[in-house]
């Protein structure tokens, strides 16, 4: 089947079976590799995505979920000579140490930020709650994203 949706404001269409996860075609269709899996079960965050502005776990979303949507990911918010408050927040702070989670935690915070430009700690981390990261970083996270915020409502 094919399914028509827009990509990083990019208008695409991809061919799946009917039941495939949008993670897998992000992944091996589109060669995005800032959603990862994880845990498969939308438990742990590292697949996370936008997806119409509201945060989604690819990993249990389905592509034909997606018909006519607009899916964003880490690719499509920064690159690297015009980087995203939060990717740079995040190289600042030091906020990824393997980086597995990263890129979920930065798509989550995105989520917040552009509902929300002024989030209290409460905010963040309940808009963080559904990304783990294993190695433990969530104090530079924190940090990482209130400076993001600062710097976008600046």
């Given at each position: 089947?094919?399914?028509?949706?827009?990509?990083?404001?990019?208008?695409?269409?991809?061919?799946?079976?009917?039941?495939?996860?949008?993670?897998?075609?992000?992944?091996?269709?589109?060669?995005?590799?800032?959603?990862?899996?994880?845990?498969?079960?939308?438990?742990?965050?590292?697949?996370?995505?936008?997806?119409?502005?509201?945060?989604?776990a690819s990993c249990?979303?389905?592509?034909?979920?997606?018909?006519?949507?607009?899916?964003?990911?880490?690719?499509?918010?920064?690159?690297?000579?015009?980087?995203?408050?939060?990717?740079?927040?995040?190289?600042?702070?030091?906020?990824?140490?393997?980086?597995?989670?990263?890129?979920?935690?930065?798509?989550?915070?995105?989520?917040?930020?552009?509902?929300?430009?002024?989030?209290?700690?409460?905010?963040?981390?309940?808009?963080?709650?559904?990304?783990?990261?294993?190695?433990?970083?969530?104090p530079r996270i924190?940090?990482?994203?209130?400076?993001?915020?600062?710097?976008?409502?600046?």
């Amino acid at each position: 089947m094919r399914v028509p949706f827009r990509l990083n404001d990019a208008e695409v269409s991809a061919d799946a079976e009917a039941g495939t996860p949008l993670l897998y075609v992000l992944r091996n269709d589109f060669e995005l590799n800032s959603p990862k899996f994880g845990c498969g079960l939308a438990q742990c965050g590292s697949c996370r995505v936008i997806v119409d502005g509201e945060i989604a776990a690819s990993c249990v979303v389905l592509l034909e979920d997606v018909a006519g949507k607009s899916v964003e990911t880490l690719e499509g918010i920064g690159i690297l000579d015009h980087l995203h408050p939060l990717q740079q927040a995040f190289l600042t702070e030091q906020a990824a140490q393997c980086g597995f989670c990263t890129a979920g935690m930065i798509m989550a915070a995105k989520a917040l930020l552009d509902l929300n430009p002024n989030p209290t700690d409460n905010e963040i981390k309940q808009a963080l709650e559904r990304n783990l990261c294993r190695c433990g970083t969530y104090p530079r996270i924190m940090k990482a994203v209130r400076r993001a915020a600062k710097e976008m409502t600046e």
